[in-house]
C-alpha cells in the first residue's frame, strides 16, 4: 500500500470525498432494490455475505418499517492504517428519530471497496 492509499496519512475531508459517493450508490441500489449496482463497490468477502436473497429480504423489510433513506449527515471518519470506518446521522420517511449508518473502506486492487455497511 503506496503512502497516498494509507487511509492513517489522509485528512477526513479526503476519506468523505471517497465515502460520499459509494455511500449514496449503497443507498440508491437499496431504494431501487438493485443488487448489482449495491454490491458494485463490495469486497468479496462481503459479496459472499450479501446475497441476492438477502438484500431483497432487507430492502423490502426497511422500506416496509422505515420507508426510504432521506437525510445523512457525516459524524464521523475513524483512520486506521489499512481501512477507513464512516458513521452518519441517518433519517427515513416513516421512522422517527435518527438512526446510525456505517461503512468500512478497504483499498484493494487499485479501488476503494466496501467491507462491511450497515443502517441500525
Known amino acids: 500500500m503506496t503512502a497516498a492509499m494509507r487511509f492513517d496519512q489522509m485528512t477526513d475531508q479526503q476519506l468523505w470525498n471517497i465515502a460520499n459517493p459509494i455511500m449514496d450508490n449503497l443507498m440508491d441500489a437499496s431504494t431501487q432494490i438493485n443488487y448489482a449496482q449495491h454490491v458494485r463497490d463490495f469486497t468479496k468477502r462481503l459479496k459472499a455475505i450479501v446475497t441476492p436473497d438477502h438484500f431483497q429480504c432487507v430492502c423490502q423489510q426497511y422500506q416496509t418499517e422505515k420507508g426510504y433513506f432521506t437525510t445523512r449527515t457525516p459524524v464521523a471518519v ?28 478497504v483499498h484493494r486492487d487499485g479501488r476503494y471497496l466496501v467491507d462491511h455497511a450497515m443502517v441500525f
Open 78 to 105: 475513524f483512520h486506521r492504517p489499512d481501512s477507513a470506518a464512516f458513521v452518519w446521522k441517518q433519517s427515513f420517511t416513516k421512522a422517527p428519530g435518527e438512526f446510525v449508518a456505517e461503512m468500512v473502506l
